[in-house]
């Protein structure tokens, strides 16, 4: 009888052990959680921004190639008339 309550207590002891052992795991998991969702949010907005400036100097570009070639045509029908 006083064996099995013995091997009872300790089973019980070993079940808390573990219990505390998940819990630790768990904050552990939602601090890396934490840092994790901050970092991607800071990678989300640069890579945010970097897409913007990428779409400006394409946008100017194409505005300055087409100025251009305008700005030649114009040229060009200009010296035929002339």
Do not use: P
């Amino acid at each position: 009888m006083l064996c099995h309550i013995l091997e009872i207590l300790q089973h019980d002891l070993v079940t808390r052990t573990h219990t505390y052992c998940l819990q630790d795991n768990a904050e552990q998991l939602q601090e890396k959680a934490s840092i994790f969702e901050k970092q991607a949010g800071e990678i989300r907005q640069k890579m945010y921004w970097k897409s913007k400036r990428l779409w400006i100097i394409l946008g100017v570009s194409i505005t300055l190639l087409v100025i251009i070639i305008i700005v030649i045509a114009v040229l060009t029908t200009r010296k035929k008339t002339a």
